[in-house]
């Protein structure tokens, strides 16, 4: 990751990219306005797949930046959601879940939240309430241990156990011995999301915003549409599926204006991709009823996030076996 300096946030209108002069002095004059300890830095979410990672991140910032599933290994890659405050701004990177690869994109999935975590200055380690601590956490806290950063764990989906269970997970978490704080946390339900919110403010290291203000992700609109559409592709399909989805927006178009001089729809065509013949009908379905159903629901994330009508057109295409291909990965953005 290419993390802006203190130079590059206060020199020059190129600071926050794509703001111009008007914007940059109201950049600066909110600089000078900010509290003398005002921190901010880079918060990573690791944990084994399924933790809670990405409806935590979303709760966090309080909007969806990240596509969330029941389905392990749904985030592939690093998703970055900016929380705002008076005090602090919290730069959240949601990883990948660490696990045993089984093939090519599994090992660069691993070095990519490996390389994440080196580089932050907060690792919050998810833990759910309702699975005991079994041999991934304990692989996942000893990587964690071996970090610079400060060490947080959150006991994730504390609304799925009774207090006694509560109690006794943060205690076997305790026994790790190896994070600076422990802190129980429900994304669903809400509670104590602002109190973890307020414990990453404290950790991070005192300096200037690092985004500007109202920006919630760096990710790209292209990026999130593609994540928006595997999220609806995720939805009830079997139990192998799930890992050889990908999807990759290949055009975006403005279509002509309406006839009563009304912005004309958004013509987004992605291409769903999945590794067998046999995959490729169970996404599409009989008569394409299925295709229609994922492709209905990700236009209505489309269209909110968006904020405009869209028009979206979905072909699955078979590409053998790109889990294990490094060109087809790379075609893959992987």
Sequence with gaps: MQFPSDADLMNGPNAFEGEGTADFEHARARLEALPDDYRSGFVSLVGRPNAGKSTLTNALVGEKVAITSMRPQTTRHTIRGIVHRDDAQLVLVDTPGLHRPRNLLGKRLNS???????????????????EKIGPGD?????????????????????????????????????????????IPVSAVAGRQVDDLADLLARLVPLGPPLYPEGEITDERDEKRIAELVREAALEGVRDELPHSLAVTVEEMIEREPRADGSPGA???????????????????????????????????????????????????RTAKDWQRDPKQLGRLGF
């Excluded at 950063?149 to 959150?154: E, S, T, Y």
């Excluded at 291409?271 to 990700?298: N, W």
Aim: proline share 1%.
């Design 112 to 130: 990519l939240v490996r390389e994440t975590m080196a580089e932050v200055d907060v690792v919050v380690m998810c833990i759910p309430a309702n």
């Design 266 to 316: 958004l013509a987004i065509h992605c291409s769903v991709h999945v590794e067998r013949d046999s995959q490729k009908a169970i996404v599409i379905g009989k008569g394409g009823s299925r295709l229609r159903e994922v492709g209905a629901a990700a236009r209505a994330e489309i269209e909110a996030l968006l904020g405009r009508r869209v028009f979206l057109d979905l072909h699955v």
């Design 138 to 182: 304990r692989f996942i806290a000893g990587e964690v241990e071996q970090l610079r950063a400060k060490k947080v764990a959150v006991v994730t989906k504390s609304e799925l156990v009774n207090r006694e269970a509560l109690v006794a997970q943060l205690l076997a978490v305790q026994e790790l011995g190896i994070f600076d704080e422990i």
